[in-house]
């Protein structure tokens, strides 16, 4: 086996819903829960996630629907979004989250 492959093999994922359900939406929501209390663009989501920059829009779209996000302001042509402390959903997925994160799957 080579180092490269060998690497990738024993790479161990992050706990967290990332972890379980392995697409788009979830890295999001990971990512949104573990920094709660910043605000984020799309291009920062796309880079700490690796989602497609045009995956990012749809996640985002599906997020502000549920309102675990909300938009926080605007800077230039950027939109900024945070965790949406305020909605049910959002506290559950963050409690969830915390706990996945003590105790991974």
């Known amino acids: 086996m080579t180092g490269q492959i060998q690497k990738e093999k024993?790479?161990?994922?992050?706990?967290?819903?990332?972890?379980?359900?392995?697409?788009?939406?979830?890295?999001?929501?990971?990512?949104?829960?573990?920094?709660?209390?910043?605000?984020?663009?799309?291009?920062?989501?796309?880079?700490?996630?690796?989602?497609?920059?045009?995956?990012?829009?749809?996640?985002?779209?599906?997020?502000l629907a549920k309102r675990i996000v909300r938009k926080t302001r605007e800077i230039g042509s950027a939109r900024m979004f945070q965790y949406n402390d305020g909605n049910n959903q959002a506290t559950i997925l963050k409690s969830a989250y915390d706990l996945l994160i003590k105790r991974p799957v």
């Open 10 to 63: 024993t790479k161990k994922q992050a706990p967290g819903f990332e972890s379980i359900f392995k697409n788009d939406i979830a890295a999001a929501i990971d990512y949104i829960c573990k920094n709660y209390d910043s605000d984020f663009g799309l291009s920062e989501l796309s880079e700490k996630t690796g989602i497609s920059s045009r995956n990012v829009y749809r996640v985002i779209d599906v997020l």
